[in-house]
């Protein structure tokens, strides 16, 4: 199926002079552009009413069942500007094919690769002025947040009868305020993300809401963003409350924890492990347990630590902090994290050729 998609436009659109003073400066998911794409579903009519509206409030009933039972799941994209001022997504249906596997967990109907593609590329099409210019050094993007609630008025808990798919745009800068430089982690010992057979491969607010606490707790403690274990045994670890996790190894070798059904599976995490094999590092996807860092470091094996994310890009690792210790990384940022960083926003910005066939053009 296709969506078949109607337009209201905006009829007070930002001014161009608005859009470029929010482009200049865009933060991250503060300014949303003029239009909004919604498709609707029940069990009768399928997925239906497609449109693209001007962008602005809801109006829910108190009984809608998201605001009970938090049956939603979202998503996170890019549409970058080349330099030849076309427009391209990375990977959307990778981030289709997450939303579908999302759906299936909070019982969902599932969205089709094809119609999800369609509707991202629509609204970046009806708003591609406030897709960013690809200046050298910036890395502003449009970021897309497709997202699937219940939308049904109803207190009984069970899967909606009546779903609401939408997808927003807001311009993107970098996602921490201090731009590309090394973050400090928090250990959360007290609380965990996600047990076996939980939500936590799900791309689903509620393990957004779960990190809430333990990032507050984060903060308290002069650091960016927490790192989860894992929840039966404490010892091995998992990802941060927004962002996946890899270590550099001197002696060549690029590990991150395996996704095994707690973990987020990141598309720039699939992306990098790709990349990674293309310039000679050999991945390892498996259990790391905390004394592997900790241990890694004091031996010199382990060079540097970043995050990595739609949002996050690449963000290199300065500091791992708990009650008890503090594990520096020697070389925050250093010449694997720099080199990968580079292949894939080079690659996302249209700067190198995309031999992966990984970039979709939208505008
Ligand atoms: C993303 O990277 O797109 C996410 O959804 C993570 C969130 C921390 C913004």
Redesign the pocket.
Known sequence: MTLDITTTPNPSPKTDEEVAAILADPG??SHFTDHMLTVEWTPEAGWHNARIEPYGPLSLDPACSVLHYAQET?????AYRHPDGTVWGFRPEANAARMARSSARLAFPVLETEDFVQAVAALVRIDERWVPEAREGEEKSL?L?PFMFASESFLGVRPAQHVTFMVIASPAGS?FKGGVKPVRLWLSESFTRAGRGGMGAA?TGGN?ASSLAPQAEAYAQGCDQVMFLDASEGRYLEEL???NIFFVYRDGRLVTPATSGTILE?V?RASLIELAGKQGLTVEERQIPLSEWRDGVASGEISEVFAC????VITPVGELVSATESIATPEPGGPVTTALRAALVDLQFGRSEDTFGWTRQFA
């Open positions: 991250f998911g979202f998503e996170g994209l890019k970021y947040r996602y791309k957004y409350g927004g962002m990141g720039t994310g739609t949002a996050a």
